[in-house]
């Protein structure tokens, strides 16, 4: 096969690659220490309590659940990190296989608050689905909550109903999903087993009902106890909601395997091109030198794919035309792609029109993309704007929000303005999304953001007659930077669900392996038309 080899051409010896190598260890360091707080639950009181009770914690069940010795891609695992709530969402997501077969697994953590739903949480679990449907997967779910966290019911008791429906949805597009109750499921976590194709519950520990004793006291004045009311017993021969009645924890996760080996599951993309696939040339571990310690210094995204791409292969389109923008194609894991990487930050006409017909060719070849975004937006100025700036900029998203190829975003660095949306940022629903940990994102950079609000003020202040006061102005625009940097941070993003994770670098090449072979259990299929091309 006739293709390009990348050359890199890095020295790991040279004090900038040395710098930035130093910059992104003390950002995993960051990471490493808010994954911790995500592992550690409710704290070792907890957690020691729940052992106690002879239960397993929600990894624990998971690692059950899956193949032995394959992999598992957790997702939003620092959810909720810079809010009130504990980091990770009370709530473990992600993509293993089982019985050979790719599922999404939601597990619940009764270790935090029984469990409980709250607005972070929800917003993990609705995540998860998003990606069950958009790529055909199974879904497991691993369930012991005490329902919504009540004192937050006003902001997840209506959005909260999508779950649900969510789940039946599943079930219409013939994507199985499984229920394993482990404990309680109490109000409205009560319908998650009743919304599942198949439901297992286990003796004399799962407990599924839409309202307790108390509540069933106070409302009807019945007397009544757990296991008349919702029992695993009383379900699996009286209500019927029990498919399978297991005798403990570890027999409800086997019964949850048996369901999955006995779908007849079929992978509806393309197989992988190449079934051996070589590894790249280079040492992945030197991705930590790559990135540029300073998001003002560009780096070249090729060095990145030199340590991702199968036996380092690129064969590049356009490379002399749109040169701040990296098109070509290669393969990973072998499965083809298309690549779109920022070479330089800013974006300009010759970018974009490239990008635009670089989008259409991987649709008409049902190629899934890459985006690797590096990028302080589109270019602006009056020389730009005459030249078309905007028309251009428009013809990439148009073609990115047209695109139905699976579209896969890494930010390696910077992902600022509508250079977000035109690499493919949240808004334009990428499968996937991950986030090196030295990574920001945000309508523009913090100095730039600070001096634009510092022109208006001034501009403002002239326009009344009155002396600007410099003293204040320097304030503010302190105060603003501050903000803006701690705002577009990778943790702070991460926290609010506007990636699917923060990846060690060194992953890069494995986490988009395993979503690649995730995204092929659904169709691959280019679009049939776009939208109008202004010219």
Same mark, same amino acid.
């Given at each position: 096969m006739s293709t390009t080899v990348l050359q890199s051409t890095i020295d790991p010896s040279a004090p900038a690659f040395t710098a930035n190598r130093e910059a992104l260890l003390e950002r995993l360091a960051e990471l490493e220490e808010a994954l911790d707080q995500a592992r550690g639950g409710g704290g070792e009181k907890y957690v020691t309590r729940h052992h106690g009770r002879g239960k397993l914690l929600p990894r624990e069940r998971i690692e059950l659940l899956l193949d032995p010795d394959s992999p598992f891609l957790e997702l939003s695992s620092v959810a909720a990190f810079g809010t009130d709530f504990p980091v990770g969402a009370s709530t473990v997501?992600?993509?293993?296989?089982?019985?050979?077969? /790719?599922?999404?697994?939601?597990?619940?953590?009764?270790?935090?608050?029984?469990?409980?739903?709250?607005?972070?949480?929800?917003?993990?679990?609705?995540?998860?689905? /998003?990606?069950?449907?958009?790529?055909?997967?199974?879904?497991?779910?691993?369930?012991?909550?005490?329902?919504?966290?009540?004192?937050?019911?006003?902001?997840?008791?209506?959005?909260?109903?999508?779950?649900?429906?969510?789940?039946?949805?599943?079930?219409?597009?013939?994507?199985?999903?499984?229920?394993?109750?482990?404990?309680?499921?109490?109000?409205?976590?009560?319908?998650? #087993?009743?919304?599942?194709?198949f439901t297992i519950m286990i003796r004399d520990r799962s407990q599924v009902y839409l309202a307790g004793p108390p509540l069933v006291k106070m409302a009807t004045g019945e007397v009544t106890d757990d296991e008349s009311l919702g029992g695993a017993s009383m379900h699996a021969t009286t209500s019927g909601l029990a498919d399978f009645l297991a005798e403990d924890e570890r027999d409800g996760i086997r019964l949850a395997r048996q369901c999955v080996r006995?779908?007849?599951?079929?992978?509806?993309?393309?197989? #992988?091109?190449? #079934?051996?696939?070589?590894?790249?040339?280079?040492? #992945? /571990? /030197?991705?930590?030198g790559i990135a540029s310690a300073d998001l003002k210094v560009p780096f070249d995204p090729r060095e990145v794919l030199a340590r991702v791409?199968?036996?380092?292969?690129?064969?590049e389109f356009k490379p002399g035309y749109g040169t701040a923008l990296v098109t070509g194609w290669g393969e990973l894991h072998g499965y083809p792609v298309g690549v779109l990487a920022n070479a330089r930050g800013v974006l300009f006409s010759e970018e974009a029109q490239k990008a635009a017909q670089f989008i259409q060719l991987a649709n008409a070849a049902d190629t899934p993309l890459v985006f690797l975004q590096n990028t302080t937006g589109y270019m602006v100025g009056t020389e730009y704007e005459q030249r078309g700036i905007i028309k251009h900029g428009a013809f990439m998203i148009n073609a990115v929000s047209n695109s139905t190829v699976p579209h896969l975003t890494v930010n390696l660095g910077a992902s600022y303005g509508a250079g977000n949306y035109g690499?493919?940022?949240?808004?334009?629903?990428?499968r996937f999304l991950f986030t090196w940990p030295n990574a920001k994102s945000a309508v523009m950079g913090p100095a730039q953001l600070a001096g634009v609000l510092s022109i208006v003020a001034r501009q403002a202040a002239a326009a009344r007659g009155r002396e600007y006061d410099e003293d204040t102005d320097a304030a503010m625009r302190m105060m603003v930077e501050q903000q803006i940097e701690s705002q577009s941070g990778a943790l702070f993003l991460s926290g609010r669900l506007y990636d699917d994770g923060v990846i060690d670098p060194r992953d890069t090449r494995t986490v988009l392996g395993l979503c690649l072979s995730?995204?092929?259990?659904?169709?691959?299929?280019?679009?049939?038309?776009?939208g109008v091309f202004r010219m």
């Open positions: 997501t992600g993509i293993g296989v089982v019985e050979g077969v /790719e599922c999404l697994i939601v597990a619940n953590d009764p270790t935090v608050r029984g469990g409980a739903i709250n607005p972070w949480s929800l917003a993990k679990t609705r995540r998860a689905g /998003e990606i069950a449907a958009a790529n055909r997967l199974p879904m497991v779910n691993l369930v012991e909550s005490a329902g919504a966290d009540l004192p937050t019911q006003a902001e997840i008791f209506i959005p909260g109903g999508r779950v649900f429906r969510d789940l039946t949805r599943l079930s219409a597009q013939r994507i199985p999903t499984v229920s394993v109750v482990f404990g309680n499921a109490t109000a409205g976590g009560a319908y998650v #087993p009743g919304m599942s194709d006995r779908l007849n599951w079929r992978k509806h993309g393309p197989p #992988p091109r190449n #079934p051996h696939p070589l590894p790249p040339r280079y040492d #992945p /571990e /030197e991705l930590l791409l199968d036996d380092s292969a690129f064969d690499m493919c940022g949240r808004a334009y629903d990428p995730a995204i092929h259990n659904g169709p691959v299929k280019g679009a049939d038309g776009f």
